[in-house]
Structure formats: C-alpha cells, structure tokens
C-alpha cells in the first residue's frame, strides 16, 4: 500500500498547484506543457546507476508509450475544452467516472493476479463509483461568466464530456496494459515511464509553438517556476501508481477505484482545513460512501 498512498498524496499536491497557479498569476497552459520536461529530467535522475536512458524504435512499446504521452496532452484539451464548453461539473464527472473503463477491463479482458473478486468487492466497486459521482457533484450556478450560454450546450458540444470519459478511461487502461505486459522490474518501470512523458513532451511543445506562432501565447517566467513545483510530483505519482500497479499484480480493478477516492478524501481534508472550502451535503454522503467502497473493496488484501 506505500506506492498507492504516495501516488495519492503527489496527485494532491498537483492539484493544490493548480488551485494555487491563479493566485500567483501562473499561466496553466504553459506550466503543463513545460512540467513534462521537468518530469523527464526528473526520471533521468531516478534511473539507476550504470542505467542510460534510450530508445529503441523497434519495440511495440515504445511505440505505444510515446503514443500514450501524447494521448496525455490530447485529454488536457479535451478537458479544457469540455469545461469552457459544458461546464466544470459535467467534466469532472466524466473525469472521474472514466475509472469503471480500466476496472472492467481489468477483471473480465486482463483477468490480472491477485485475490478473485467477491461478492463484497463487486459491491465497493459499485459503491466507487456512486461516492465518486456524489462526493465531486456541484451544482452549476444559473449566471456562470467563465461559460457563458451562447458557448455552452452548442451543437455537438455534448459529445466533449463523453470524448473526456472515454480518452481518461483508454489512457488508464492503456497504462494497465502496459504495466501488464511490457514492464517487468522496476527498472523497466522508469525507461517505459521516460518514454511515455517523452511523447508528451514533444505533443507539448508544437502545441505551444503553434499557439505562439498564432499570437495566442507570450512565455511567462512565473510558467516555468510552476512547472518546476508541478513537474517533479507529476513525474513521481505516475511513477509510483506504476509501481503500486505492479505491487498488486497490475490487478487495475483494485488500485483504481482506490487511488480515485484517495485522491478524493485527501483532496477535499486539504481542501477543507487550508481553503474553507464547504462541501454539500450531497458531496459528504459521497465521502463517507468512498470511505466504506475503500473498506469493501480492500478488505481481503489488507485482511490478516
């Protein structure tokens, strides 16, 4: 459980920089988009000794890592989009929910190691995703000036949450595969993880140059230092999410549903002691329902 409980406590401290970038004036586009070389030089320190990084273009993987790093930045606009488009609601939920994607793949297309399901299991499963439904609902307000009206609900606009669900959902999936079938030690976890955020790197970059060629980007130093304090966590809690992955036998259906709600309950505790953020009743009746999935869903790894 210490691999889950760090990627839990590093995704919160992603989102803390987030909620804290429009404080300090810190261009969020720029700082994702820059945290991915932050994130590679961060591997490149954690390779171990007498270990190089390379790339060898021969390999199905890398392949497919390089294609998923780019699918990493692809969801960001997807997202960004969905929010301006359909509301930030809508899209945290498609978020979110993507998880029942890598979970039913886990048990019925992987069949992955560790303890079969029960009953009991099945049952947090469920449990998982309702709580994750209640406990990130808010209601939209009737005037919002971030996605005026005549922007939202539009045409096809619909179809972006749904494009959310489904791309969160495949990446995850994809990186359970991965984890699978072409990671076997966890030295192999840094090379397959350096080329993953490699891909992202390179999507990133003529993302930004082609913004900057439209005039619709300036670099900004204060983007730089955020993707600093954004890029080293970012890099680690993907890392040990791979690793808790391999620690339960790539067993998807387990770790996801956890590392969501985890993610979840320390989010909204910070969010509560150092924000004052209130939270509805609806989102609390969400909480305790993730505190009794996590019970459900876990009870036979951490059974004695």
């Known amino acids: ?12 401290l992603l989102l803390l920089n987030f909620r804290l970038f429009p404080r300090y004036d810190v261009n969020t586009f720029q700082a994702i988009v820059f945290n991915y070389p932050v994130c590679f030089l961060t591997g490149l320190l954690l390779l171990p000794a007498g270990q190089s990084f390379t790339i060898d273009f021969s390999q199905t993987w890398t392949w497919l890592a390089l294609g998923l790093g780019v699918g990493f930045i692809l969801t960001f606009m997807l997202s960004g989009a969905s929010t301006q488009r359909m509301g930030i609601t809508v899209t945290s939920l498609a978020n979110n929910l993507s998880l029942v994607i890598p979970v039913c793949f886990s048990l019925f297309i992987f069949q992955t190691g560790g303890k079969p399901f029960d009953g009991l299991n099945y049952l947090g499963l469920v449990l998982a995703v309702v709580a994750v439904g209640l406990s990130t609902y808010k209601k939209e307000p009737q005037t919002d000036t971030d996605t005026p009206a005549s922007t939202r609900q539009k045409g096809t606009a619909f179809l972006l949450p ?28 840094i090379q397959v993880t350096l080329t993953m955020v490699l891909g992202a790197v390179v ?19 204060k983007s730089l230092l955020g993707a600093i304090t954004l890029g080293i966590p970012n890099f680690l809690s993907f ?8 620690a339960f036998g790539s067993n998807g259906a387990f770790v996801y549903p956890l590392y969501n709600i985890g993610v979840i309950l320390l989010a909204a505790l910070i969010a509560a002691l150092f924000f004052k953020e209130q939270r509805s009743t609806t989102n609390k009746i969400g909480l305790a329902l993730a505190v009794v999935a996590i019970g459900l869903i876990s009870w036979q790894e951490l059974a004695l």
Request: charged content about 5%; hydrophobic content about 60%.
């Open 1 to 12: 459980m210490l691999f889950l409980s760090l990627s839990i406590v590093l995704s919160v």
């Open 162 to 189: 749904v494009a959310v669900f489904l791309f969160y959902g495949a990446t995850n999936t994809m990186i359970n595969y991965m984890n699978l079938h072409y990671i076997p030690s966890a030295d192999k976890t």
């Open 203 to 221: 999507a990133g970059v003529l993302m930004l140059a082609v913004r900057m060629v439209q005039g619709k980007e300036v670099i900004q130093a």
């Open 239 to 246: 890392y040990t999410l791979l690793l808790a992955l391999s």
